[in-house]
């Protein structure tokens, strides 16, 4: 059984700040997906959304395309994820310079995985930013924008310990980083652990727990395994048998993440950032959940995201 307590306070959502992550689309079919699941979110006024880059930089067109389309086309605010693997300074530079003469003014920074993918051995290009640090600054370099990281409230995979983890998110702060973003986690101890130690560490950004949602627990379980996050007993139960049966699938991972995000408003967070894997149902029916609301047209988040 999970260790998640209700609340049901009628004012759970009050003061309650969602994201919402997508990754750029490869096919018309996708982008019609996207599209609409940006369309369904779009009136729960989120702070911002975010759209990944692919491993090894191979999305930029269809990353800077997808953040355009959002800013232009959507009252939403889009935040251009950027990593610095396989690259030179000066094209990652470029990169920046792009997304910036478009109007965008958040970022969420990442140092990337190699091209062969998440668990593969690690080496900055010759000229490039070795970590993810040193793209903060790069980035605050061109201008004072809101810069998201990464954290790992189960440590980052190929980290020797907790302290250099700690130490890495101490430089990304240092150098600008105004907002944590975390890998994905189920176990709320583990969180709430994380963010006691970065606090103990002089870490005091806010540290937005990354919430996903389990849309497929076979490929969330698999993921989770190359990333280092753990998926304890008691959710793989949950999900047993329903391999087959995807609406009760549905039913049971919004049951979850609701559990998981409301457990977590009890400890006092108040932002979350939602992997959707480009889908609409989940996202917004925890939304929901935890009382937040469609606004009227034109009454969502027109400010930047601060
Ligand atoms: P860094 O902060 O540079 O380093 C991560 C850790 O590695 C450090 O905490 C440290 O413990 C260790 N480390 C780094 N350098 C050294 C060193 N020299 N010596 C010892 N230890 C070291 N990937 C993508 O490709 N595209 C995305 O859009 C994307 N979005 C993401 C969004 C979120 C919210 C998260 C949590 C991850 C995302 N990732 C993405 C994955 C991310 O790129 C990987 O986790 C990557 O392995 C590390 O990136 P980082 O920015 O955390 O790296």
């Given at each position: 059984m999970s260790q998640f307590r209700f609340s049901r306070r009628p004012d759970i959502g009050d003061g309650v700040r969602v994201s919402f992550e997508f990754f750029p689309p490869k096919t018309e079919a996708m982008e019609t997906r996207l599209w609409e699941t940006v369309t369904r979110l779009?009136?729960?006024?989120?702070h911002f959304v975010s759209v990944t880059y692919g491993?090894?930089?191979?999305?930029r067109e269809r990353t800077a395309r997808t953040v355009n389309r959002i800013r232009t086309q959507s009252s939403l605010v889009p935040a251009a994820h950027m990593t610095c693997v396989d690259a030179s300074r000066s094209q990652v530079d470029e990169v920046i310079g792009e997304f910036v003469d478009m109007g965008i003014r958040n970022f969420v920074a990442l140092r990337g995985d190699p091209?062969?993918?998440?668990g593969a051995q690690y080496r900055p290009h010759p000229?490039?930013?070795?970590?993810g640090a040193e793209l903060v600054a790069a980035i605050r370099k061109q201008g004072d924008f809101d810069v998201s990281v990464a954290a790992y409230p189960e440590k980052?995979?190929?980290?020797?310990d907790f302290a250099t983890d700690f130490d890495m998110l101490k430089r990304k702060v240092d150098n600008g980083a105004t907002r944590a973003i975390t890998q994905f986690f189920f176990d709320n101890d583990l969180y709430e652990r994380y963010v006691e130690r970065a606090r103990r560490a002089g870490i005091y950004i806010p540290i937005v727990p990354g919430i996903q949602p389990v849309h497929n627990f076979k490929q969330v379980a698999s993921f989770a395994a190359r990333c280092g996050a753990h998926v304890p007993a008691w959710l793989a139960e949950r999900f047993d048998g329903l391999q087959d049966d995807p609406q009760t699938h549905a039913l049971v991972a919004a049951a979850v993440a609701s559990e998981q995000v409301l457990d977590l408003i009890e400890r006092g967070v108040s932002d979350f950032h939602f992997y959707t894997m480009n889908r609409a149902d989940l996202a917004y029916a925890i939304c929901h959940m935890i009382g937040i609301r469609p606004q009227p047209a034109n009454g969502g988040s027109d400010a930047a995201a601060a």
């Amino acid at each position: 059984m999970s260790q998640f307590r209700f609340s049901r306070r009628p004012d759970i959502g009050d003061g309650v700040r969602v994201s919402f992550e997508f990754f750029p689309p490869k096919t018309e079919a996708m982008e019609t997906r996207l599209w609409e699941t940006v369309t369904r979110l779009e009136p729960l006024a989120p702070h911002f959304v975010s759209v990944t880059y692919g491993a090894g930089g191979s999305t930029r067109e269809r990353t800077a395309r997808t953040v355009n389309r959002i800013r232009t086309q959507s009252s939403l605010v889009p935040a251009a994820h950027m990593t610095c693997v396989d690259a030179s300074r000066s094209q990652v530079d470029e990169v920046i310079g792009e997304f910036v003469d478009m109007g965008i003014r958040n970022f969420v920074a990442l140092r990337g995985d190699p091209a062969e993918g998440v668990g593969a051995q690690y080496r900055p290009h010759p000229d490039g930013y070795s970590n993810g640090a040193e793209l903060v600054a790069a980035i605050r370099k061109q201008g004072d924008f809101d810069v998201s990281v990464a954290a790992y409230p189960e440590k980052h995979p190929q980290s020797p310990d907790f302290a250099t983890d700690f130490d890495m998110l101490k430089r990304k702060v240092d150098n600008g980083a105004t907002r944590a973003i975390t890998q994905f986690f189920f176990d709320n101890d583990l969180y709430e652990r994380y963010v006691e130690r970065a606090r103990r560490a002089g870490i005091y950004i806010p540290i937005v727990p990354g919430i996903q949602p389990v849309h497929n627990f076979k490929q969330v379980a698999s993921f989770a395994a190359r990333c280092g996050a753990h998926v304890p007993a008691w959710l793989a139960e949950r999900f047993d048998g329903l391999q087959d049966d995807p609406q009760t699938h549905a039913l049971v991972a919004a049951a979850v993440a609701s559990e998981q995000v409301l457990d977590l408003i009890e400890r006092g967070v108040s932002d979350f950032h939602f992997y959707t894997m480009n889908r609409a149902d989940l996202a917004y029916a925890i939304c929901h959940m935890i009382g937040i609301r469609p606004q009227p047209a034109n009454g969502g988040s027109d400010a930047a995201a601060a």
